[in-house]
């Protein structure tokens, strides 16, 4: 989990101790039961953000030891919540940890029910036995009307993009082309129509509320005529052919969507659907031309915008990678003040978007809850995260 995060950033005698030849590492000290200190081998600003989310939570040495390989079937933490129940499947139970350091939470429990149906889940919650839902997109317009008032909303940290495969040999290669294929998909129909209004169109890498979002960035509109003459400028009158692959049951009126957009300028896309482990193992071998892909923020820094997605290595790079964009991403985050590493995160979003059209940008997504009437001080964080430390039960 480290490496992934904080590549190419390493933790002094880390390397050491993954290689066997150290026991502990060297970089990581306990001061005192409340303070664990880290030394780096290079500044990197984002590294207090990450030891922030869940990956980094520190583990209790007890229960490790004493649960060995079922740690993780039986999680011991130090939050408002504590794992009382757990089966597979079925159902979460968390109860109220009366020792919190912040005093008891307000809810004696938490009761997670697991439930794929999307009608039971609609049922469950009309009838009471539920308090939380998130409305399914074929029964949204139906559920909001009728809570209209028990509708709770948050802008998600998520950046929605169609990524263009560069390294085959073929049309794809040509910017006008690409261009063309942002150019012909009516992205506010289908955030409309297929997403329900749930989302914002993006102009660009970052989602509103990041550290450096771009208000000013000019964004994409949806220009069919403009679209269909990128294409003869580009020698493709005709049009052509592009695969495209998704997962089953995954975002399908999306890619059925983008496959009609881009008929109207003469590309035929190929849909094949396939299962997870197919898709991913296609995608990372570049057997796609074209890939409607999403990313959700680990933690809330630019860094988790660029670096995962645009830095050679990349499980995202279709061809794109350049030691231009590694350079600045990794100056970035060498940088303490946010001030200062603002300006470098713009430019390259300027370069990858709208210079060198890697990917086009189509929407960030928002969240949808509705919530039962008695539910009080809800709050669904950007990441997903949801504190259920204050909420409590009006009666």
Not at 17 to 36: E, F, M, Q, R
Not at 225 to 231: D, E
Not at 292 to 304: E, G, M, T
Not at 340 to 359: A, M, N, S, T
């Amino acid at each position: 989990v480290l490496d992934y995060y904080l590549t190419p950033v390493k933790i002094v005698g880390g390397q050491a101790k993954a290689d066997g030849k150290a026991s502990t590492v060297s970089g990581i000290k306990v001061l005192d039961d409340y303070t664990i200190s880290f030394t780096l081998e290079q500044p990197f600003a984002p590294f207090i953000q990450i030891l922030a989310i869940p990956a980094f939570g520190i583990l209790s040495e007890k229960a490790v030891a004493r649960l060995g390989d079922n740690y993780f079937a039986h999680p011991v933490g130090s939050g408002p919540f504590y794992v009382k129940e757990w089966q597979r499947g079925s159902h979460v139970l968390y109860a109220a940890n009366l020792k919190y350091f912040k005093g008891r939470p307000a809810l004696d429990g938490v009761h997670v029910d697991i439930v794929e149906d999307e009608n039971t889940q609609v049922l469950k919650f009309k009838t009471g036995e539920l308090d939380v839902l998130y409305p399914p997109l074929a029964q949204y317009d139906d559920l909001v009307k009728t809570y209209a008032t028990n509708v709770y909303k948050t802008a998600d940290m998520s950046y929605y993009r169609i990524d263009f495969n560069i390294k085959r040999k073929g049309p794809l290669q040509d910017i006008r082309i690409r261009q063309a294929i942002g150019y012909a998909i009516n992205r506010e129909q289908i955030l409309a129509k297929i997403l329900k209004g749930q989302g914002y169109l993006a102009k660009g890498i970052f989602p509103p509320g990041l550290p450096a979002y771009n208000a000013t960035l000019p964004g994409f509109s949806y220009d069919l005529a403009k679209a269909k003459q990128l294409m003869i400028d580009a020698g493709y009158p005709n049009g052509f052919s592009l695969e495209m692959v998704m997962r089953s049951g995954r975002m399908e009126d999306e890619h059925l969507a983008f496959q009609e957009a881009l008929k109207q300028i003469g590309i035929t896309v190929n849909l094949t659907k396939v299962d997870s482990a197919t898709y991913w193992q296609l995608l990372g071998a570049g057997e796609t031309d074209i890939a409607y892909r999403n990313w959700y923020a680990d933690f809330a820094d630019p860094d988790n915008f660029t670096a995962p997605l645009f830095r050679t290595g990349a499980d995202s790079d279709m061809g794109w990678a350049k030691p231009e964009y590694d350079a600045i991403i990794d100056k970035a985050a060498k940088l303490t003040r946010m001030s200062d590493r603002i300006p470098l995160y713009q430019d390259l979003e300027k370069k990858l978007i709208y210079q060198d059209v890697v990917q086009f940008p189509l929407w960030n997504t928002i969240t949808t809850v509705i919530l039962n009437p008695k539910v009080r001080n809800y709050y669904l964080h950007p990441s997903g995260v949801v504190a259920y430390y204050p909420v409590y039960l009006a009666h």
